[in-house]
């Protein structure tokens, strides 16, 4: 039985973040006490520990990361400033070095991996188990620790004598006890809420035996039944994101399908095993795929090529609260200064996304006459309350007025290049502007560097370089036009106009159209096309600042829900889709007319009783589909009032936690889901006691913050590993209160 003054650990769910827990503290621990008392307790289900569910080493081999090798960490580093003990550099490898490492032992294939290669999600898991392993080893040797591992899931926990008691569903294994509990269960899975269309499947489902819905797609092996998904089938894949394209190559290449290169056109074609379904039909509300992640060109120095803000700021944010903020007092938050995401932020972003749209196209000489041309509008903004900080559309006309102005000066230079106008007279008539740099990046951007290597002897040539120029084809299919490339948001998130097309066959050939035109700007790279460039450096390298403003109730009510159910999926399309490579497996998947999304936008999806199946309806399209397997595609957004664990249900019930409720001057209320948490990741109970011995990381805290769940990132101070650091030291206070350790001298 365990002593009362050893203090007791249990951390609920061993996926990544586990593996970075664990590792913090077999930094922290050893090196800081001399003697110390500590009991942890380590629960994972699936028994895949470091790595757990999503991330496990016997995930189908079709799965993909859509992060690259080198961008993926397992420990905190020097970025990391209030780390303070880091293990030696060769425990903490980058996932592309791990790869290399058990590349040289095997000369295994797998992971012959570079930096900026895609890895499969099982080599993630390897990589996670095996560090694990190391970092628990470490931890073990530390006299005092004992650590116990448990293939068990927790159902409850229960209070009495000032402890933790948690009940599993091994009846067989009495309540362990706990001083403090981490909860690290990652993804939700969620009940349908009654009244739901979901609900209306699941009950459709549940009557039948010619039809499955399976309500959630994780784990794909176990939940996708092959009898259910064969040749004979046809399957609905509810959503076009990260998640669908796990579930439509594990029922085509996972089924022993191919892809080969067409070396006439140099795209992928697919070649059927005839074991996939018959086809397979995708949905979502927007009728399209994410975008496909861009050749990431920052990897060789992140810290240096990442985008920072010049607009988009911390202090933009705090300067708006005080200019336009709405004020209201959230319980344990205290006074908030609520902001609108669409009237004072959205016009900020689109902003920050035209300068480092137009930087790319133009180059770094005009980003700084860009800077110089919106500064007073931008100032004034922030700095004045303003009529136009009351309507989305005034907002960003103010804001960005400035930016198109100056945007139109650089294209008419380009045009009148392009019309026969001399370098020499262009600078006379454009004094502000460096001519030469500006058209050089142009026609790099737009023609490529082999463009300028075969223009540059003639480059003082006006006529000549013209002529090169008008007959060279764009490798990226770039007009030469320059007003073709006005930075445009609305043709960012609604790329196919719904003129172009009248019925699915149409809509198809749109898709096409589109999904090989956004591989091409995507192997141009996050540096080289300014589409790109723009996406990935706002709403991937600024998302902590975006979150920034969002987090612990900084929107209002109903401002919150607009930005999440709005414009976070405008996020995930843009800046967090897949890898090039995975896309154009879509795409070729889609011209063997063995993957079908010409149901288009705001599609219906509903039952056929006299038929026995699904059916699905484009509502623009006019496509019409009766399927027999439909599968939700989607990773569930955090409902824990709705989540399948018992667990959070039990929590709920016993008053352990309360759900997070946004609250605004004007008695909006909003619910995003998920539990409410103090900054320091402690559970809230009903009454508003704070629980300093639960704390909850990731999933459980979506709505409350924003975007919590991801992968740790190297040499980049990065917010899950900071997360994790704070946490180590909370613990450390709760050892020495208990009186389980001494210092170290």
């Not at 892809?259 to 070649?271: G, P, Q, R, V």
């Not at 120095?301 to 709405?326: M, S, W």
């Not at 192997?523 to 975006?546: E, F, M, S, Y």
């Amino acid at each position: 039985m365990t002593g009362l003054n050893t203090f007791c650990l249990a951390i609920i769910g061993a996926g990544p973040t586990c593996t970075y827990v664990v590792e913090r503290l077999a930094a922290t621990i050893g090196a800081t006490y001399q003697a110390i008392k500590l009991e942890l307790h380590i629960f994972e289900t699936t028994g895949y520990f470091g790595a757990g569910s999503v991330h496990s080493p016997v995930q189908p081999e079709t799965s993909i990361l859509n992060r690259i090798a080198g961008q993926i960490a397992f420990a905190a580093d020097e970025t990391n400033i209030e780390a303070y003990y880091l293990l030696p550099k060769n425990l903490r490898p980058t996932l592309h070095e791990w790869c290399v490492e058990k590349y040289a032992e095997s000369k295994e294939e797998q992971f012959n991996l570079t930096q900026e290669d895609w890895p499969k999600r099982y080599i993630h898991g390897l990589a996670l188990m095996d560090m694990f392993s190391k970092y628990l080893s470490l931890l073990q040797m530390v006299p005092g620790v004992t650590v116990y591992l448990h293939q068990k899931k927790v159902k409850d926990i229960e209070e009495r004598d000032g402890r933790f008691f948690l009940i599993t569903d091994d009846s067989n294994l009495g309540p362990i006890p706990a001083d403090h509990v981490l909860f690290l269960t990652g993804h939700s899975s969620n009940h349908p809420q009654p009244g739901s269309l979901e609900a209306e499947l699941k009950n459709f489902s549940d009557k039948q035996t010619k039809v499955q819905y399976v309500p959630y797609a994780y784990p794909l092996e176990i939940n996708i039944r092959s009898e259910m998904t064969g040749s004979d089938k046809i399957v609905g894949c509810v959503g076009l994101g990260l998640t669908a394209i796990d579930v439509i190559l594990y029922l085509t290449e996972g089924r022993g399908g191919r892809f080969t290169t067409d070396l006439s056109t140099n795209s992928l074609i697919y070649i059927p095993s005839g074991r996939e379904p018959k086809r397979i039909i995708g949905i979502s509300r927007s009728g399209i795929f994410t975008t496909a992640r861009p050749y990431n060109a920052k990897e060789s120095n992140p810290a240096k090529l990442e985008h920072k803000g010049i607009f988009l700021t911390e202090k933009t944010i705090d300067l708006l609260r005080q200019v336009v903020g709405v004020p209201v007092e959230l319980d344990k938050i205290g006074i908030r200064q609520q902001l609108d995401f669409e009237r004072h932020l959205l016009p900020v972003i689109l902003l920050e996304m035209m300068y480092l749209y137009y930087k790319t196209l133009f180059g770094q000489d005009f980003s700084e006459i860009f800077v110089k041309a919106v500064s007073h509008r931008f100032s004034t903004f922030i700095s004045r309350k303003l009529v136009v900080h009351e309507d989305l559309v005034q907002g960003v006309d103010y804001l960005c007025t400035s930016a198109r102005a100056v945007a139109d000066i650089a294209l008419a230079a380009v045009d009148s290049f392009l019309q026969g106008v001399s370098l020499a007279l262009l600078e006379k008539r454009y004094p502000a502007l460096n001519i030469n740099n500006l058209i050089r990046t142009y026609f790099g951007v737009v023609l490529g560097l082999n463009f300028l290597a075969e223009a540059e002897p003639y480059w003082n040539q006006s006529e000549q370089v013209r002529a090169i120029a008008k007959q060279w084809i764009s490798p990226w299919q770039h007009p030469l036009d320059p007003y073709a490339h006005v930075f445009d948001w609305e043709r960012m998130i609604t790329p196919i106009n719904r003129d172009s097309y009248e019925g699915a066959e149409e809509y198809n050939l749109e898709v096409i159209r589109y999904m090989e035109y956004d591989h091409l700007q995507a192997a141009q790279g996050n540096l080289r096309n300014p589409t790109k460039a723009a996406c990935d450096g706002i709403w991937r390298d600024l998302r902590t600042v975006i979150a920034y403003a969002i987090d612990f109730g900084g929107l209002t009510a109903n401002s919150h829900r607009i930005f999440l159910e709005k414009y976070l999926p405008y996020h995930n399309r843009l800046a967090n889709g897949a890898c090039l490579a995975a896309m154009e497996k879509m795409l070729a998947l889609i011209k063997a007319e063995i993957l079908d999304i010409s149901t288009g936008p705001r599609p219906k999806l509903s039952v056929d009783v006299k038929q026995s199946c699904f059916q699905i309806t484009g509502s623009e399209t006019g496509a019409n589909y009766l399927v027999d397997t439909l599968i939700d595609a989607k990773l569930h957004k955090t409902y824990l009032h709705r989540d399948t664990s018992l667990l959070y249900t039990n929590l709920l019930k016993r008053g352990f936690i309360r759900i997070w409720c946004n609250r605004s001057a004007d008695g909006s209320v909003y619910e995003p889901g998920g539990i409410e948490v103090t900054r320091n990741f402690q559970a809230v109970s009903p009454e508003g006691f704070v629980n300093t011995r639960m704390t909850f990381l990731g999933s459980p805290t979506e709505g409350v913050m924003f975007f919590q769940i991801g992968a740790a990132r190297p040499q980049q101070n990065h917010h899950v590993l900071n997360d994790v650091i704070h946490w180590v030291k909370g613990i450390q206070e709760q050892l020495r209160e208990h009186g389980a350790c001494t210092l170290a001298r």
